[in-house]
């Protein structure tokens, strides 16, 4: 390679945000402003989604780029933190790099810089952030259902008042199946 020849990386962003209320621009806006200051990075897409990493059939975003990781179209997934990858633990977090690892692609934390250096220690550091992210995850719902027995103690009633109809008719399918699911769980136990 001549010195004047640059090799770039050809990288994804992957931002994800948990709620409605929030937005993914801030984490896109911080990993943009990073790759521009690096000057090495190709930025070929942005995978953004509004979904629990806890949802079973969310984060479909993440699924396309795992999909779309098998067809080699880029190097590199660049994430705000780790977090937004999966809150599921260690576990998790590790069969997701291990995974994007078959098709030699790195996973890069803006906010985990040591994601960045190839160690004999990766792994464990993985497993350590994936951990922190599952504690932070089980105590913000400690915290939220504190809060929510603290509210009924003093006779708040939560949900809808009392009366009141849906705008649009609810799908019930999903039900039916976690009752006979849970009715045949229960009969195994008995």
Not at 13 to 42: F, H, M, P
Not at 103 to 128: C, G, H, Q, V
Not at 136 to 152: C, D
Request: glycine share 6%; aromatic share 8%; hydrophobic share 35%.
């Amino acid at each position: 390679m001549s010195e004047n020849t640059k090799e770039y990386k050809r990288c994804v962003i992957y931002a994800r945000v948990s709620t409605e209320d929030q937005t993914t621009k801030n984490q896109i806006q911080a990993l943009y402003d990073w790759c521009y200051r690096r000057g090495d990075i190709d930025l070929v897409h942005v995978y953004e989604e509004n979904a629990s990493a806890w949802d079973k059939g969310q984060q479909k975003q993440l699924k396309l780029l795992i999909k779309e990781a098998r067809e080699l179209k880029f190097d590199y997934v660049l994430v705000w933190s780790l977090d937004r990858l999966t809150r599921g633990g260690a576990l998790k977090i590790l069969e997701l790099v291990h995974k994007l690892r078959k098709f030699n692609i790195r996973i890069i934390s803006k906010e985990e810089p040591w994601t960045e250096l190839p160690s004999e220690l990766e792994d464990i550091l993985y497993a350590m952030a994936g951990w922190v992210a599952q504690m932070e995850s089980t105590r913000r719902s400690e915290r939220t259902k504190a809060g929510m027995a603290r509210k009924a103690a003093e006779g708040y009633k939560p949900g809808r008042p009392p009366g009141s109809k849906d705008k649009k008719k609810r799908k019930t399918s999903g039900y039916h199946l976690r009752h006979a699911e849970n009715m045949k769980a229960r009969e195994q136990v008995e």
